[in-house]
């Protein structure tokens, strides 16, 4: 819906829209938020920020989709789209007073820069017709982004009327133009340029003494209200007119010499389309930012994305595109001082050496005045703090815009954040393809895809592999792959002419202090995340010196933070950690820190041990005795040990390879073995527990008591009896030989178990039975519940593979009555119920399984709770109950999902099929029918 001269959109003044006045201040405010962001989506979070700020009220959302739909009826369906959660106004090009003054305006430039005065004169008039009032969006609350338009709007304005007045002066009629200066000097009195211009019409009227006051008054006006000298406009022309010299109108065409500093676009950058599209919009003239700040560690990309920017918003910004590496961080620079900085800019707007300054709060504050009506474009490139940058700033009116590049957040900057992580390996092939030629990756995707990987998402890395392959033409990619498979010569390797990697992350590394820089090197010993605690065991600090050592890494970008407490480290970086560890700790200083990390672990472990109801109690114990001096991580319930499990397991595998190495490396690597055999397996990480007991196994060379070997020996056995190891009966009777040995009658009876467990699973379900009864009888006399139990509760497992459900009930009846842990007493209750089940009573089987399932839960026991709902399902499919089956067995699907024990195609698949069959996971899990 249009006017008759087409208008749908009035903001030069107060806002109005043809179809007729939207009274509400709340919908006048949303209207007028969609126009600053027209033809771009806005998110309804970002709306409902903007209506009510930062407590918006519980209605928001419901009264933000009414306005919207007031909004629509008014202006039509069609103008306001709803997309992704956002709403995007539609504005065609002469449907807004805005867009119809800038086209007017901008005709007038091109007519005045090709000579014809008279036409600019006109189009210049036209524009500012446009205006109802001397503010844009005058009647809209005052937020940021209306603030901020409007403010480009009125600099816009202001432009125009001074290249009108100079237009004016051009075509000889100065008594017109002398009105307009007076008039535009009336509202601005702080602005150069009209002062300059009110001389010159009054010089060329005859009336020169009236312009040499002019001058005076205007630099009394400067110095009372701002404390500035004229500018050099204003004292070169009081010195030409002194002089006599011919004083001729300049700056009429509106154009004035533009910088264009840029450096030349990186061709390969072709990643990070999301971060540039933010970038773009953010500033575009809507966009409301002003300075925006991209922060990353070194290499990770951020001055290829920022001139990128820059070059794909230059239409926007046609007062210049200004460049200046601040050498923050560039190795073997000395950062540029901000006086020096503000120089160079200052240079760079063609400002004379002698004009500027001495110090450096004239010289920043002729830099913003020179800035104040043009819309330029200014990147500061690898800043090293914020003080280095304040003083290059715009001031808050100023039209120009302002991109930053630094390693460290400039937080305390008021600028929109843009913090870079590395790439995807899918981005990363992109700009290794880019910069090797795809045809040559393309022929081996294996290894370009390895060597991708091996770079770790960085752009500098990449950027360095992409250019050996270029210059060893001779190199296949596999030559490269195996250079880079090394990690003790892959930095070596990431270096090329003036880049490398190494000398990249060393700029942030030597600007340490001694005990964060001690820090550093000591996560080259780890190959993991790393929380406060482990870095205080590492570096033998207390817990809040450790905690600042890591924020002060986190600040430099050597080290990430994430949002469980956990800081992660660059692969690459990690291997110039290791490199400084080598250099920096003696011998002993490195054993004593592995010591004491593998004495936090295993602390930890025993604790997690203990929240999961891992049996028996010797699990807590076995190994070395606990340190005071390096306290455990805090957990409390079995969820916090399960996540902490899945979080370590890795880290404390490589840690346990480097700690065999030490005089009682076996005794504590040990330790953790058993402790953590229970919670590995109850989080889905079999695999890493059989891992840490072969490690142990291989590596003690006998320096292990024999009873502590044995434990390990079993629970490894144990572990590959769940993976379903064909070999494991032959292993578990060797092991039960090895007991017996031992003259133990608990380590016999575990033994004894795990051969009845491997025989069940293998069909050998009257075997299993004889060595189960053993196992009762060895255990029977323990003092620990738990393990009695659990041998009634296997025996009870077995006897139901023999098809003797009777005697199955009664085991499992005594294996109840003994009123074990949590752990055992689930796993009774979930043999009980499949025992039912086979006799015949499933609701009697399903009303236990339910009561399994929520004690394996409340335990962290994933991978038996995934067990127990699969059977669940089963019992309610044989109860007709299929809806609820179904629910069951997708349920059980995502918890193994989400401990790694199914892939999520691979449970997709899973869940389509009419009847979906056990995974093969869960089926390792339980013993073998009889059969099958």
């Known amino acids: 819906m249009r006017a008759r001269d087409g208008v749908v959109f009035r903001v030069l003044g107060p806002l109005s829209i043809a179809p007729g006045p939207v009274t509400s201040a709340k919908r006048r405010l949303l209207l007028a938020t969609l126009l600053c962001h027209r033809n771009t989506r806005v998110s309804v979070d970002r709306l409902i920020e903007e209506l009510w700020g930062a407590e918006p009220p519980a209605s928001a959302r419901a009264n933000l989709q009414g306005y919207v739909h007031y909004l629509r009826r008014l202006l039509g369906a069609e103008l306001i789209l709803h997309r992704h959660d956002g709403y995007q106004l539609v504005v065609e090009g002469a449907a807004s007073d805005d867009q119809l003054f800038e086209e007017a305006a901008g005709r007038g430039e091109s007519a005045l820069a ?281 001031g808050s009116a100023s039209p120009a815009a302002v991109i930053i590049t630094s390693r460290r957040p400039l937080a305390v900057l008021h600028a929109r954040q843009l913090p870079l992580g590395t790439l995807s390996p899918a981005e990363s092939l992109t700009v290794l393809s880019e910069l090797a030629g795809a045809g040559r990756i393309g022929a081996d995707a294996a290894a370009g895809a390895a060597i991708a990987a091996a770079c770790g998402g960085l752009p500098l890395a990449l950027r360095i592999a992409g250019a050996r392959l270029v210059s060893r033409a001779d190199w296949s990619l596999t030559d490269l792959r195996s250079r880079l498979a090394d990690q003790h010569r892959r930095l070596d390797e990431l270096q090329h002419d003036d880049l490398a990697v190494r000398s990249s992350c060393l700029v942030s590394v030597q600007s340490l202090p001694p005990e964060p820089a001690r820090v550093f090197a000591l996560l080259g010993l780890v190959e993991a995340d790393v929380t406060v605690a482990m870095a205080a065991a590492l570096s033998g600090l207390p817990a809040e010196d450790a905690r600042a050592a890591l924020d002060h890494l986190v600040d430099v970008q050597l080290v990430r933070a994430g949002g469980d407490g956990r800081c992660s480290v660059h692969d690459l970086v990690r291997l110039v950690a290791a490199e400084q560890a080598g250099q920096l700790l003696e011998p002993e200083d490195t054993a004593a820190a592995l010591r004491r990390l593998l004495h936090h672990y295993l602390g930890t472990a025993r604790r997690a041990a203990r929240l999961v109801g891992a049996w028996p109690e010797s699990r807590y114990t076995a190994g070395v005795a606990e340190t005071a001096s390096w306290p455990p991580a805090e957990l409390d319930t079995p969820e916090a040990a399960a996540a902490w499990v899945r979080g370590e397991s890795r880290g404390i595998l490589a840690a346990a390879r480097r700690g065999l190495g030490l005089d009682d490396g076996p005794a504590l690597v040990a330790g953790l073995s058993v402790a953590l055999a229970h919670p590995l397996g109850g989080a889905g990480r079999i695999r890493d527990s059989i891992e840490l007991g072969r490690l142990v196994l291989d590596g003690a060379d006998g320096r292990l008591a024999a009873v502590l070997a044995a434990q390990v020996r079993h629970d490894v056995n144990e572990g590959l009896g769940v993976l379903g190891d064909s070999e494991i009966v032959s292993e578990r009777l060797r092991a039960w030989q090895a007991a017996r040995e031992l003259s133990d009658p608990e380590e016999e009876g575990r033994a004894l178990l795990a051969v009845a467990g491997a025989m069940g699973r293998h069909g050998r379900a009257a075997d299993a039975v004889d060595y189960a009864r053993q196992a009762v009888d060895r255990l029977t006399a323990t003092g620990d519940p738990d393990l009695p139990a659990l041998a009634w509760s296997v025996l009870g497992g077995c006897l139901r593979l023999d098809r003797r459900f009777q005697e199955a009930e009664a085991a499992l009846e005594r294996a109840l009555s003994l009123r074990p842990g949590r752990r055992v007493h689930a796993i009774a209750l979930g043999r009980l119920a499949e025992v039912l089940r086979d006799a015949g009573r499933p609701q009697d089987a399903l009303d236990l399984i339910e009561q399994a399932i929520v004690l394996f839960r409340a335990d962290e026991q994933r991978s038996d709770e995934a067990l127990a709902g699969w059977v669940a399902g089963d019992l309610l499919q044989r109860l007709g109950r299929p809806d609820d089956a179904r629910a069951r067995w997708s349920g059980s699907a995502e918890v193994l999902v989400g401990i790694g024990l199914l892939d999520r195609a691979e449970a997709t698949e899973l869940m389509r099929q009419l009847r979906p069959e056990m995974p093969r996971v869960l089926r390792q899990l339980r013993p073998r029918e009889v059969g099958q």
Not at 318 to 345: E, F, K, Q, S
């Open 114 to 394: 090709d000579g014809d005065a008279e036409a600019a004169l006109g189009l210049f008039s036209d524009a500012l017709a446009y205006w109802r009032g001397p503010d844009a969006y005058a009647d809209v609350a005052d937020t940021a982004t209306i603030r901020t338009e409007a403010d480009r709007l009125g600099e816009r304005r202001q432009a125009v009327v001074e290249h009108r007045i100079d237009t004016l002066l051009r075509l000889g009629r100065p008594a017109e133009a002398a009105a307009d200066a007076r008039a535009v000097i009336a509202r601005d009195p702080l602005r150069q340029r009209p002062w300059a211009q009110l001389m010159l019409a009054l010089h060329h009227s005859g009336r020169t003494a009236e312009a040499l006051e002019t001058y005076g008054r205007a630099r009394s006006v400067l110095i009372a209200e701002a404390g500035l000298e004229p500018g050099p406009e204003l004292r070169d022309l009081q010195a030409a007119i002194l002089g006599g010299d011919p004083v001729e109108v300049t700056g009429g065409d509106g154009r004035v010499p533009v910088p264009e500093e840029l450096p030349p676009l990186d061709p390969a950058f072709t990643a990070r389309v999301q971060e540039l599209d933010q970038l773009s919009m953010w500033l575009r003239p809507a966009g409301g930012a002003r300075v925006i700040a991209i922060s990353g560690p070194g290499g990770i990309g951020k001055s290829a994305l920022a001139v990128r920017a820059a070059y794909a918003c230059s239409g926007d910004f046609p007062d210049g595109r200004l460049y200046l590496d601040l050498h923050g961080a560039t190795p073997g620079a000395v950062p540029v001082p901000p006086d020096d900085a503000v120089i160079r800019l200052l240079r760079g707007l063609g400002v004379r050496e002698r004009e500027i300054p001495d110090d450096l709060g004239r010289s920043a504050a002729l830099l913003r005045t020179m800035l104040a009506g043009r819309r330029a474009l200014i990147l500061l490139d690898n800043a090293a703090a914020a003080d280095q940058v304040r003083p290059l700033l715009p």
